[in-house]
C-alpha cells in the first residue's frame, strides 16, 4: 500500500496519512455538505413567513429544488404556508404529494439505513413525526373545507383516522385534527359517523363537557333521546341556525434542537428534541357584535403533542444511536490502527461532529390550533376574534358577514409573532363569495 | 489452465450480463395498452376495477325493469355518486361510462344536467335577437326526467396486525351501490350493487 506522505515543517513530525484515512475524511466531508445543504432555501423561506408573509415564502419555496432526502420537510412546509396565503387549491397539491410520499416511504431503506449506521439521520430520507404525518391531512381537511369540496375533505378524514390508529399513544392528545374530522363527516349529514367521531373526542378529552353540545344535538338528530345529557345548553342550537367555523393557528410551534451527551473517551450521543418557540400563546375569544359569545372551542397544544410523539420513537433512535455509535468505533479502530495519537484524535474528532442528530420538522406550524365553531340566528353579523393573553396580537375584525339559515362559513385564522392573517369562504352551494382581511 | 480460463470467460460474460441488466434498467421504455387490460400496482382503486363495475351495473340497469321493460326509452337524470371511500375517487368518472353504455344499448335517455348552466346561456343568446328566427330554439321544449340515479361507493380497508415477517398484507373492499328513484312517487324502481375485493402484498425492505 502506497501511503500518502504530508510533511510539515518547523520541527514537528511528518504525519503518514494512509489512503484509508484521506478516504474517511473525503466521506466525512461530503456528509458534512449534506447537512450544510440540507434547507437551503427553507431557512429564506421560514425567514420570510415569519416576517409575516406567507404567500412570499411559499414562492421562495417554488425556486427551490425539492427532489432531494429532505422532499417531504418542503412540501410540508409549502402547503402550510400557502394555506396561511389563502391559496388553498395549490397547498392541496403540495400536500396531496407529502400524503403519496409518505405513504410510499413505508418501504425501509436497506441502502440509507445503512449508510446512516456509518454517518448520521441526514443521509435518509426524512419521514416526518407520527404527528407531522396527521398534520399532513388536518391542513388537506381544511383546506379542502375551505374550498367546499367536502367529499373530498371526509377522504381525508378517513386517512386521519388512519393514522390515529397507527399511532394511538402518540397521537391521543390531538384534539383539534378529530373534531375537523366529526366536522367533516357533519358537513356531509352523516350524522352517525360524526357523532361516533365526537364521542372518541369526548373519550379522549380531559374535559369532554367541551363538545357535549354537539353529542346532544347529534343525538337530538338520530333519535337517541336517552344519550342526550339533561346538562344545560351553553351555546345557542335553535334548528337552523348557521355557523361560523374559525380554524385558529396561534404562535409558532416547536424547532428541534440537538440533544447531546458527551461520554469519555470523546464519544458524542446525540439525539433531536423539541424545543418551544413562544413561551405565552394565548387563546382565541369571538365577539359578535361586541358581545362575548360562547363557543365551542376544541384545542391542541401542538407543540406537546409533537413533544409526545418524537417521545414515542425515543426507544427507536436510542437504540439506533447506540448501534451507529458501535459501528464507528469498530470503523475508527480500525482506521486508526497503527496511526499516531493526533490521527487518532483527529478521527474521534471527526467522528464527533459528524453525529449530527437529524433536526428536520415541520417548523411553521403553529404552537396551538383551535377548532372555534359558533353557531348563529340567521342573519348579518359583525365578528370580532381576541387573542386573549398571547402577547402583542391585534383583534381580528371580520367583515359583516350575512349568514342564511343553516349556511357555514368557513375562516382560517393565524396569529403569530405579532402578525395576523385570515381568509375564509361561504359554502360555496349558498355564496361562492370569498374575502380576505386586511392583514 | 483449463479451468482459469474458463472462469476468467465466465467473469466476462457475468460483467457482461450485468452491465447489460443496469443498462436495460436504466432505459425509458413505454408501450400502449389496452384499455381492456387489467394493470393493478396496487390494492387502490384502478381503471380496471371502474370498467368492471360499470359492466356489471349497466348489464343489470339496462335488463331489469323499469328500463329493462320500457319501451318509451325513460328519460334518466344523473345526480351523481357519493365517495365515501378513504381514497380520491372521480365517481364522475363511473358516471360518466354509465351513462354511455346506457345510451349505446337505447334503452334510456339522460338529461344533461351538467351542461345546464351552457344550456341557459346559449337559449339566451339565440333569444337576444343575433340569431335567425328560423333556426332560433324554440323555448320551454327540455324534456322532464322520469328517474334519478344515485349511488354510492364505499371501501373498507383491512391490514395484517404489527408482526415479524417480511411482507405485509393488506386488502380493500370496495362497494358501489346505484339505485334508480321515481321522481313523482319517489319510489326505488331499481336498485343493484357490485363488490370487488383487491389484495396487495407489500415488502418491508426496500433498497
Same mark, same amino acid.
Given at each position: 500500500?502506497?501511503?500518502?506522505?504530508?510533511?510539515?515543517?518547523?520541527?514537528?513530525?511528518?504525519?503518514? /496519512?494512509?489512503?484509508?484515512?484521506?478516504?474517511?475524511?473525503?466521506?466525512?466531508?461530503?456528509?458534512?455538505?449534506?447537512?450544510?445543504?440540507?434547507?437551503?432555501?427553507?431557512?429564506?423561506?421560514?425567514? @420570510?413567513?415569519?416576517?409575516?408573509?406567507?404567500?412570499?415564502?411559499?414562492?421562495?419555496?417554488?425556486?427551490?429544488?425539492?427532489?432531494?432526502?429532505?422532499?417531504?420537510?418542503?412540501?410540508?412546509?409549502?402547503?402550510?404556508?400557502?394555506?396561511?396565503?389563502?391559496?388553498?387549491?395549490?397547498?392541496?397539491?403540495?400536500?396531496?404529494?407529502?400524503?403519496?410520499?409518505?405513504?410510499?416511504?413505508?418501504?425501509?431503506?436497506?441502502?440509507?439505513?445503512?449508510?446512516?449506521?456509518?454517518?448520521?439521520? %441526514?443521509?435518509?430520507?426524512?419521514?416526518?413525526?407520527?404527528?407531522?404525518?396527521? %398534520?399532513?391531512?388536518?391542513?388537506?381537511?381544511?383546506?379542502?373545507?375551505?374550498?367546499?369540496?367536502?367529499?373530498?375533505?371526509?377522504?381525508?378524514?378517513?386517512?386521519?383516522?388512519?393514522?390515529?390508529?397507527?399511532?394511538?399513544?402518540?397521537?391521543?392528545?390531538?384534539?383539534?385534527?378529530?373534531?375537523?374530522?366529526?366536522?367533516?363527516?357533519?358537513?356531509?349529514?352523516?350524522?352517525?359517523?360524526?357523532?361516533?367521531?365526537?364521542?372518541?373526542?369526548?373519550?379522549?378529552?380531559?374535559?369532554?363537557?367541551?363538545?357535549?353540545?354537539?353529542?346532544?344535538?347529534?343525538?337530538?338528530?338520530?333519535?337517541?333521546?336517552?344519550?342526550?345529557?339533561?346538562?344545560?345548553?351553553?351555546?345557542?342550537? @335553535?334548528?337552523?341556525?348557521?355557523?361560523?367555523?374559525?380554524?385558529?393557528?396561534?404562535?409558532?410551534?416547536?424547532?428541534?434542537?440537538?440533544?447531546?451527551?458527551?461520554?469519555?473517551?470523546?464519544?458524542?450521543?446525540?439525539?433531536?428534541?423539541?424545543?418551544?418557540?413562544?413561551?405565552?400563546?394565548?387563546?382565541?375569544?369571538?365577539?359578535?357584535?361586541?358581545?362575548?359569545?360562547?363557543?365551542?372551542?376544541?384545542?391542541?397544544?401542538?407543540?406537546?403533542? @409533537?413533544?409526545?410523539?418524537?417521545?414515542?420513537?425515543?426507544?427507536?433512535?436510542?437504540?439506533?444511536?447506540?448501534?451507529?455509535?458501535?459501528?464507528?468505533?469498530?470503523?475508527?479502530?480500525?482506521?486508526?490502527?497503527?496511526?499516531?495519537?493526533?490521527?487518532?484524535?483527529?478521527?474521534?474528532?471527526?467522528?464527533?461532529?459528524?453525529?449530527?442528530?437529524?433536526?428536520?420538522? /415541520?417548523?411553521?406550524?403553529?404552537?396551538?390550533?383551535?377548532?372555534?365553531?359558533?353557531?348563529?340566528?340567521?342573519?348579518?353579523?359583525?365578528?370580532?376574534?381576541?387573542?386573549?393573553?398571547?402577547?402583542?396580537?391585534?383583534?381580528?375584525?371580520?367583515?359583516?358577514?350575512?349568514?342564511?339559515?343553516?349556511?357555514?362559513?368557513?375562516?382560517?385564522?393565524?396569529?403569530?409573532?405579532?402578525?395576523?392573517?385570515?381568509?375564509?369562504?361561504?359554502?360555496?352551494?349558498?355564496?361562492?363569495?370569498?374575502?380576505?382581511?386586511?392583514? | 489452465?483449463?479451468?482459469?480460463?474458463?472462469?476468467?470467460?465466465?467473469? =466476462?460474460?457475468?460483467?457482461?450480463?450485468?452491465?447489460?441488466?443496469?443498462? +436495460?434498467?436504466?432505459?425509458?421504455?413505454?408501450?400502449? =395498452?389496452?384499455?381492456?387490460?387489467?394493470?393493478?400496482?396496487?390494492?387502490?382503486?384502478?381503471?380496471?376495477?371502474?370498467?368492471?363495475?360499470?359492466?356489471?351495473?349497466?348489464? +343489470?340497469? +339496462?335488463?331489469?325493469?323499469?328500463?329493462?321493460?320500457?319501451?318509451?326509452?325513460?328519460?334518466?337524470? =344523473?345526480?351523481?355518486?357519493?365517495?365515501?371511500?378513504?381514497?380520491?375517487?372521480?365517481?364522475?368518472?363511473?358516471?360518466?361510462?354509465?351513462?354511455?353504455?346506457? &345510451?349505446?344499448?337505447?334503452?334510456?335517455?339522460? =338529461?344533461?344536467?351538467?351542461?345546464?348552466?351552457?344550456?341557459?346561456?346559449?337559449?339566451?343568446?339565440?333569444?337576444?335577437?343575433?340569431?335567425?328566427?328560423?333556426?332560433?330554439?324554440?323555448?320551454?321544449?327540455?324534456?322532464?326526467?322520469?328517474?334519478?340515479?344515485?349511488?354510492?361507493?364505499?371501501?373498507?380497508?383491512?391490514?395484517?396486525?404489527?408482526?415479524?415477517?417480511?411482507?405485509?398484507?393488506?386488502?380493500?373492499?370496495? +362497494?358501489?351501490?346505484?339505485?334508480?328513484?321515481?321522481?313523482?312517487?319517489?319510489?326505488?324502481?331499481?336498485?343493484?350493487?357490485?363488490? &370487488?375485493?383487491?389484495?396487495?402484498?407489500?415488502?418491508?425492505?426496500?433498497?
Amino acid at each position: 500500500m502506497v501511503d500518502l506522505e504530508i510533511l510539515y515543517t518547523g520541527g514537528r513530525p511528518a504525519i503518514s /496519512w494512509s489512503p484509508k484515512i484521506v478516504y474517511f475524511l473525503l466521506f466525512a466531508f461530503s456528509s458534512f455538505i449534506l447537512i450544510g445543504c440540507a434547507g437551503a432555501g427553507l431557512k429564506d423561506a421560514r425567514r @420570510a413567513f415569519h416576517n409575516g408573509d406567507a404567500s412570499r415564502a411559499a414562492d421562495i419555496l417554488s425556486e427551490v429544488d425539492d427532489s432531494g432526502l429532505s422532499r417531504l420537510e418542503y412540501l410540508m412546509e409549502k402547503g402550510l404556508l400557502l394555506h396561511q396565503a389563502g391559496r388553498y387549491e395549490e397547498s392541496v397539491r403540495e400536500l396531496r404529494q407529502a400524503s403519496d410520499l409518505i405513504r410510499e416511504q413505508d418501504i425501509i431503506s436497506v441502502g440509507q439505513q445503512a449508510g446512516s449506521l456509518v454517518t448520521n439521520e %441526514w443521509v435518509t430520507e426524512y419521514k416526518g413525526e407520527y404527528c407531522e404525518r396527521l %398534520w399532513v391531512h388536518t391542513y388537506l381537511m381544511m383546506n379542502y373545507m375551505l374550498l367546499g369540496q367536502y367529499e373530498a375533505a371526509l377522504v381525508e378524514a378517513k386517512q386521519a383516522q388512519k393514522i390515529y390508529d397507527q399511532f394511538p399513544k402518540a397521537l391521543s392528545e390531538e384534539y383539534f385534527t378529530r373534531a375537523l374530522i366529526a366536522l367533516c363527516y357533519e358537513n356531509l349529514n352523516e350524522y352517525n359517523d360524526a357523532y361516533i367521531a365526537y364521542k372518541k373526542l369526548a373519550g379522549t378529552m380531559k374535559n369532554p363537557d367541551i363538545v357535549r353540545p354537539d353529542i346532544d344535538r347529534l343525538a337530538g338528530i338520530l333519535g337517541f333521546d336517552d344519550e342526550i345529557s339533561n346538562a344545560p345548553q351553553t351555546v345557542y342550537t @335553535a334548528a337552523g341556525s348557521s355557523e361560523l367555523v374559525l380554524f385558529v393557528s396561534l404562535g409558532n410551534g416547536p424547532v428541534k434542537i440537538p440533544g447531546n451527551i458527551i461520554l469519555p473517551p470523546g464519544i458524542r450521543f446525540s439525539f433531536p428534541r423539541y424545543k418551544k418557540q413562544d413561551k405565552r400563546v394565548g387563546r382565541a375569544e369571538v365577539l359578535d357584535s361586541g358581545s362575548r359569545k360562547q363557543a365551542i372551542t376544541v384545542e391542541t397544544d401542538v407543540v406537546g403533542v @409533537a413533544k409526545k410523539s418524537l417521545d414515542e420513537r425515543a426507544m427507536e433512535i436510542y437504540v439506533k444511536e447506540a448501534a451507529r455509535l458501535a459501528a464507528k468505533e469498530v470503523i475508527m479502530r480500525k482506521i486508526g490502527k497503527d496511526q499516531d495519537d493526533i490521527v487518532k484524535l483527529l478521527l474521534r474528532l471527526v467522528f464527533m461532529i459528524m453525529e449530527e442528530p437529524d433536526t428536520r420538522s /415541520w417548523q411553521t406550524l403553529p404552537a396551538k390550533l383551535s377548532l372555534i365553531k359558533l353557531p348563529l340566528k340567521p342573519g348579518i353579523h359583525k365578528i370580532r376574534a381576541q387573542i386573549i393573553g398571547g402577547g402583542s396580537f391585534k383583534d381580528i375584525d371580520f367583515p359583516e358577514i350575512e349568514f342564511f339559515r343553516g349556511q357555514k362559513v368557513f375562516y382560517s385564522v393565524r396569529a403569530s409573532g405579532g402578525s395576523v392573517s385570515a381568509h375564509g369562504r361561504k359554502e360555496p352551494e349558498m355564496n361562492s363569495e370569498s374575502s380576505k382581511l386586511p392583514d | 489452465m483449463i479451468m482459469t480460463k474458463f472462469a476468467q470467460k465466465f467473469f =466476462v460474460l457475468l460483467s457482461l450480463l450485468f452491465f447489460f441488466v443496469v443498462l +436495460s434498467s436504466c432505459t425509458v421504455s413505454t408501450r400502449t =395498452v389496452s384499455p381492456d387490460e387489467e394493470l393493478t400496482y396496487d390494492e387502490t382503486y384502478t381503471f380496471a376495477a371502474k370498467k368492471k363495475i360499470v359492466k356489471t351495473l349497466v348489464g +343489470s340497469l +339496462s335488463t331489469k325493469p323499469p328500463i329493462g321493460g320500457a319501451t318509451d326509452r325513460p328519460i334518466i337524470i =344523473v345526480y351523481g355518486i357519493a365517495n365515501r371511500t378513504s381514497e380520491h375517487i372521480s365517481t364522475s368518472a363511473i358516471t360518466d361510462e354509465i351513462c354511455k353504455e346506457i &345510451l349505446a344499448t337505447g334503452k334510456a335517455r339522460f =338529461v344533461n344536467k351538467e351542461q345546464r348552466e351552457n344550456i341557459i346561456n346559449e337559449t339566451d343568446y339565440q333569444q337576444g335577437g343575433r340569431v335567425a328566427s328560423e333556426t332560433k330554439m324554440k323555448l320551454a321544449r327540455q324534456l322532464g326526467a322520469k328517474y334519478m340515479l344515485t349511488g354510492t361507493l364505499r371501501s373498507i380497508e383491512k391490514k395484517e396486525g404489527r408482526q415479524a415477517r417480511l411482507t405485509k398484507k393488506s386488502y380493500i373492499y370496495y +362497494s358501489l351501490n346505484l339505485e334508480l328513484t321515481d321522481i313523482e312517487t319517489s319510489l326505488i324502481e331499481w336498485a343493484d350493487s357490485v363488490e &370487488l375485493v383487491r389484495e396487495a402484498s407489500k415488502p418491508f425492505i426496500g433498497w
